[in-house]
Nanobody
């Protein structure tokens, strides 16, 4: 299964973007799917995850501003980003794994990754 992220772009602070992650196969087989972001010289930062049952979790830095959701029929996971801040600027990646793990925020546990989409928030 391959993941393809899209939807990034340039937006002013306070604006919104919606990222999409389309899987080449069914996402029903994924126990958890998530979004990470990365800035130059830093490791992947966990942003949000959603389980197969629809339970969402968020990093404190985005809680209340970002919403993760999924559409099994479209094999797509979304990240709606509102009230964007310059510090949200990063390359955003979607990721997925088929087996549950307690530490689902750690990037090293994810097997499937999209290619990344750049989000730039200007002040």
């Amino acid at each position: 299964v391959q993941l393809q992220a899209s939807g990034g772009g340039l937006v002013q602070a306070g604006g919104s973007l919606r990222l999409s992650c389309i899987a080449s196969g069914s996402i029903v087989s994924f126990v958890v799917m998530g979004w990470y972001r990365q800035t130059p010289g830093k490791q992947h930062e966990w942003v949000a995850t959603v389980t197969s049952g629809g339970t969402a979790s968020y990093a404190d830095s985005v809680k209340g501003r970002f919403t993760i959701s999924k559409d099994n029929a479209k094999n797509t996971v979304y990240l709606q980003m509102n009230s964007l801040k310059p510090e949200d600027t990063a390359v955003y990646y979607c990721a997925a794994r088929m087996h549950w793990i307690t530490d689902y925020t750690a990037a090293r546990h994810y097997v499937y990754w999209g290619q990344g989409t750049l989000v730039t928030v200007s002040s």
